[in-house]
């Protein structure tokens, strides 16, 4: 066991801040990812918090703030719901491989896993609390300390109004039918499917309603898509994009990458995922650099609207060397990029290139 | 001038029906295209419709089934919106460079145009109708006779009944403050912005609220997108995806394909479109195939949620042949693939490769 309870075949990338990923082949093995194999990307320490003196405040453009303990929360109905969790730095090690992104995490394709939540409807909470006209955004503030812009500060993001009172986003207490794990936020946490993790705040301490989106650190200057001319030293002079749906991605889990196979039936296995409530609709896989592509079955998670999608197909290949590559469409029609280079930003975020992996069949 | 009061200038692929695009040089000379500009993509003969005689159905799922005049439904709110109407196969013709798609129209970059739409809400005419419980998809059909599926029937199609509920969705009457011209589908047309006119149907004769999609072959069997190993000889054992909203997308209208320019500064100026209620967020120009790239500026139609966006750059290009790429990325970060070849289908839909043109600085 690593700390945190976490399996030891788990990709510690840092242990402060503790910076964990699943090794793809794990993570197809069960569509709901075991807590201790799920991973976990944290900016600062993770505070350990007393629930009997927790309050969340809810605060800004209500009109009742309000302070709730866990006890509180607990009154209002029970919701459930599943729904995958990515970090947007997933699959950064492949723009890495373009270029260099210094002082990033270089996660592979398991900065991802997918989970049953259970909670609160943020819906109920902020309705309880009024919510005034003008309000655009539903700001979170986390109890962790981190060190950023210069200076110690809690860990935050938004999302908009119209995401926080969806029926799908939940301030979760259990996570897989256990009380939520001390790395993936206990007491409380944000769960807002579709989106990636970043804006799904853990040990949560605070939501503002507010007219703009949070100008915390990590909102303002971190997780944005900037354009690929922009560096560290031009970013000042460009906007970026806050990043929240996730892309259509899909990620070959077995073979692995470098893997030896016999000739014959090689059974190709992995999982997809669609942002912002659009589904996946398609995989295709390819065995010639995408020349021509086999369209691969959908498994579990056809008829789970926020959680990841298992697929499977079978190829036959020759004796040599093979690349074996995927990518997915969802039900917006939008694909993946072809190359790693495409989508090449100096921050290492959200590459939704096609997958690949290299087999060796002798 | 051609049928139809459509300009001269116009690309005419078919008179019966009747089927023509503007060419791009003039789609980015005026934010709203204008009416004998704007491309028409038609099934069947262009009814000729009495407005006096003319009645929508309301029917389906209802509570009150309705039959409206023209006069009746004009006692609804006058909703205005400026929403751009692309055909699904706009930019076919670069899907039919990489292999054949016998039977259907070569569209180049055309199939697309950005209008005031002024009529009622769709929305609106349904809460007088009253929606039972159960109801999923509005159903449209128009009064266009077409021959399709082995025999002569009406066009149709449908969308689900949240966006059939959306605000932006309209009975359009009004064009450009025009009266809708008969060639867009006077009297009364939908306008689902954000999705492919082939849902925006026209001559409006009936909607029916019902539990499944549409069963009309336009539904069924036409602007489906199948995965890229599906052929005419395959497709009945594919189920293919229902295309709804539009991919995000950028074209250069100018310089135009072929065009020859003196060295020095080129301005490069097109269009560019995201679908399902998503923002042009960023369009980038490159004269190298996507090795380096310019970030465009945004012009008009940043502020208008569902309209086209114009964009425009500066290339310095020296002497020699060149050839100029553009893409966009849209507000869930998706961006467009690289390739036609990656895009193909048989039916030729949906073609969102980076769009290039070759010019000749001399």
């Keep these: 066991m690593t700390r945190y309870d976490k399996d030891r075949a788990m990709i510690t990338h840092e242990e402060e801040p503790f910076n964990a990923e699943s090794p793809p082949k794990m993570l197809n093995q069960n ?5 201790n194999f799920f991973f976990s990307r944290n900016h600062g320490s993770i505070p350990n918090v007393d629930e009997t003196n927790y309050r969340l405040k809810v605060d800004g453009m209500v009109d009742t703030p309000l302070e709730l303990s866990m006890q509180d929360l607990r009154e209002f109905p029970k919701r459930e ?24 995490t270089p996660w592979g394709a398991g900065a991802i896993g997918n989970a ?10 902020l309705l309880a609390a009024g919510i005034q006209d003008g309000a655009r955004h539903a700001a979170f503030l986390g109890l962790d300390e981190v060190e950023g812009d210069g200076g110690d500060l809690n860990y935050g993001g938004s999302i908009p109004v119209g995401k926080a009172l969806a029926p799908e986003t939940l301030l979760a ?66 906007e970026g994009l806050m990043l929240g749906e996730m892309q259509v991605n899909a990620v ?22 669609a942002g912002g409530g659009r589904r996946v609709e398609r995989v295709d896989v390819s065995s010639d650099d995408g020349k021509s592509w086999i369209q691969a079955e959908l498994l579990q998670g056809v008829d789970e609207p926020w ?11 020759t004796l040599g060397e ?40 002798g």
């Design 322 to 361: 093979h690349r074996i590559v995927a990518r997915a469409v969802d039900s917006s029609a939008a694909t993946q990029p072809s190359t790693a280079a495409e989508v090449w930003n100096f921050k290492g975020y959200a590459n939704n290139s096609w997958h690949g992996v290299r087999v060796e069949v």
């Design 81 to 104: 719901i599943i729904a995958v969790m990515q970090c947007a730095g997933n699959r950064r090690e492949g723009l890495m491989e373009i270029a260099e992104i210094p002082g990033e």
């Design 116 to 125: 049953g939540w259970a909670g609160v409807s943020l819906r109920e909470v």
């Design 252 to 273: 070959i889990c077995t073979p692995q990458d470098g893997a030896s196979t016999e000739s014959g039936r090689t059974s190709v296995r992995g999982y997809a995922v």
């Design 173 to 238: 207490y259990e996570m897989n039918d256990e009380i939520l794990p001390i790395e993936h936020g206990f007491p409380l946490r944000i769960v807002a499917p579709g989106y990636y993790g970043a804006r799904s705040v853990k040990w949560l301490s605070r939501i503002t309603l507010q007219e703009q989106p949070s100008d915390n650190h990590f909102q303002v200057n971190e997780y944005k898509l900037f354009a690929p001319g922009v560096t560290a030293e031009t970013e000042g002079s460009h």
């Design 307 to 317: 959680a990841w999608t298992f697929w499977e197909t079978d190829l036959y290949l």
């Design 31 to 35: 569509f709901l990812t075991d807590n």
